[in-house]
């Protein structure tokens, strides 16, 4: 692999930035990779496991950058533009990794210099851990990373981020950003809010029933469970950007809720049975999609991480 940018400033150090500066040495794919979080304890992190140059501002971290990565929570986006705007080299790519596309843009777009170049992105990758010592170089192979270019998008910076993340093993397409907000909505927002809902009820049993529901957790809870040990601030901005698309999605799952409710009520075994068939095809498109495995247990094991 050959180098595509001369300095990557990745501002935010968890999960997404950590594995991207790990995947981006490995292959040599910057020159530099400087960093800055908020938290100094996350600073100090990253520093003892020379994640990247670690620095105490985002202003100091985006000099002389070619690249900046915005890898904040959602909610945090125009705070961190302000502080790097001043800073910003000449034609400076910056893209993001959030969850939610117009939003972002929104945030983001009126503290653009002139002539910067801002491409929205967001990797369909992730563990339910965070932090600098979640990363690894792996973790974005054979996953999608979509990118929302922006209608005056310069076709040489996008082909240039488009080479240096399929350089990090992931496949790219692009989408307009409503358009990508809907869709991660059904795969993502609203699976991810079920799950915290699912794991509250059992929280709320579990007081009143002892530590049955724990002890005797099923595959399906503990999958719950592993969802909603998500990052809790991250996602708490994801439902608050990505509101309008979340709660049509999470109507229309009330909607089929209801009839899978009338049918299990009436006794309708026929209908049960038409609707898991319909939905199990899902699950078989996913594995021959590439995006998981037949393997027991979704190809996990004890202590391993996520296949990449």
Not at 27 to 52: F, K, N, P
Not at 171 to 176: A, E, F, L, P, S
Request: aromatic content about 6%.
């Amino acid at each position: 692999m050959t180098q595509v940018y001369d300095k990557v400033a990745l501002i935010g150090l968890g999960l997404i930035a950590g594995s991207m500066a790990h995947a981006m040495r490995e292959g040599g794919l910057a020159g530099r990779i400087t960093g800055y979080a908020r938290s100094a304890e996350t600073r100090d992190t990253a520093r003892q496991i020379a994640l990247c140059e670690v620095c105490d501002s985002a202003a100091e971290a985006v000099a002389g950058a070619d690249l900046v990565v915005l890898a904040v929570p959602v909610g945090a986006m125009a705070d961190v533009m302000t502080q790097i705007t001043p800073h910003l080299a000449p034609g400076v790519t910056i893209t993001d990794v959030g969850s939610v596309k117009q939003s972002v843009i929104d945030a983001v777009t009126p503290h653009l210099p002139a002539g910067a170049h801002f491409i929205p992105g967001h990797p369909l990758a992730g563990t339910e851990h965070s932090g600098p010592r979640a990363g690894f170089a792996s973790l974005f192979r054979n996953r999608w990373w979509l990118l929302t270019p922006l209608p005056d998008t310069d076709p040489d910076a996008l082909a240039r981020l488009d080479r240096l993340i399929t350089a990090m093993g992931a496949k790219t397409d692009r989408m307009d950003a409503a358009h990508h907000d809907l869709v991660l909505a059904v795969t993502s927002h609203a699976p991810h809010l079920i799950a915290y809902t699912m794991v509250g009820v059992a929280d709320h049993l579990r007081r009143v029933s002892g530590e049955e529901v724990i002890q005797y957790s099923a595959a399906g809870f503990r999958d719950f469970t592993r969802i909603a040990a998500s990052d809790p601030t991250m996602w708490r901005d994801v439902f608050l950007h990505n509101k309008e698309a979340t709660l049509d999605i999470l109507g229309r799952f009330t909607e089929e809720l209801f009839v899978l409710q009338r049918a299990i009520r009436m006794g309708d075994g026929q209908q049960l049975h038409d609707y898991f068939t319909r939905t199990r095809a899902i699950r078989r498109g996913i594995i021959e999609a590439g995006q998981d495995t037949e393997a027991p247990d979704f190809g996990r094991t004890p202590g391993a991480r996520p296949a990449g």
